[in-house]
T-cell receptor
Framework: DAKTTQPNSMESNEEEPVHLPCNHS???????IHWYRQLPSQGPEYVIHGLTSNVNNRMASLAIAEDRKSSTLILHRATLRDAAVYYCISGAGSYQLTFGKGTKLSVIP | DGGITQSPKYLFRKEGQNVTLSCEQN?????MYWYRQDPGQGLRLIYY???????QKGDIAEGYSVSREKKESFPLTVTSAQKNPTAFYLCASSMWASSYNEQFFGPGTRLTVL
């Protein structure tokens, strides 16, 4: 699996956009980029994934750099329910998802 | 409702005892996974199964065993050989094991060995 690097923690004010960065400089051409999030004492929840193009869904947007060495998860309006640990993962097979420590997002009311 | 169930939510065992954690899914998914999470850490893959009657070791399989006799069920046994079994255990499933299938996770079982 390609190794990913994320900040340990970030803060955001409620109702403001949040940009969560991820570096994956050793990513191969066939590796997808996945984002999951985990609330305390719960299982992770899928957020979004992509390969080359930017992706949008009801939860978030994923912006992928042209060289694919980095990506950014965008939450358009942070709510208190978005406070969680966000994991950025890249891998060639879903059974090879390696969850690092992720970024702990705190949302300030 | 479709989803993954894990039972029990909390489990206490004495050192030296084997314990089996349950995982059931009604999503009709072929692939299932077991992960372990220690406090403040990410998830580590224990075992995965791509199809009934087949399973593969993950990164930390030592001291664990699994079976996949039915598509819906993927129980994990934590044996006495596992040196430090106290952890949060998560089961997941996906339609099949591919690079783009999302994984659906259960609520987890917190195992404490006394």
């Amino acid at each position: 699996d390609a190794k990913t690097t994320q900040p340990n923690s970030m803060e955001s004010n409620e109702e403001e956009p949040v940009h969560l960065p991820c570096n994956h400089s050793t990513i191969s051409g066939t590796d997808y980029i996945h984002w999951y999030r985990q609330l305390p004492s719960q299982g992770p929840e899928y957020v979004i994934h992509g390969l080359t193009s930017n992706v949008n869904n009801r939860m978030a947007s994923l912006a992928i750099a042209e060289d694919r060495k980095s990506s950014t998860l965008i939450l358009h309006r942070a709510t208190l329910r978005d406070a969680a640990v966000y994991y950025c993962i890249s891998g060639a097979g879903s059974y090879q998802l390696t969850f690092g420590k992720g970024t702990k997002l705190s949302v300030i009311p | 409702d479709g989803g993954i169930t894990q039972s029990p939510k909390y489990l206490f065992r004495k050192e030296g005892q084997n314990v089996t954690l349950s995982c059931e899914q009604n999503l009709n998914h072929d692939a299932m996974y077991w992960y372990r999470q220690d406090p403040g850490q990410g998830l580590r893959l224990i075992y995965y199964s791509q199809i009934v009657n087949d399973f593969q070791k993950g990164d930390i399989a030592e001291g664990y065993s699994v079976s996949r006799e039915k598509k819906e069920s993927f129980p994990l046994t934590v044996t006495s050989a596992q040196k430090n079994p106290t952890a949060f255990y998560l089961c997941a499933s996906s339609m099949w094991a591919s690079s783009y299938n999302e994984q659906f996770f259960g609520p987890g079982t917190r195992l404490t060995v006394l």
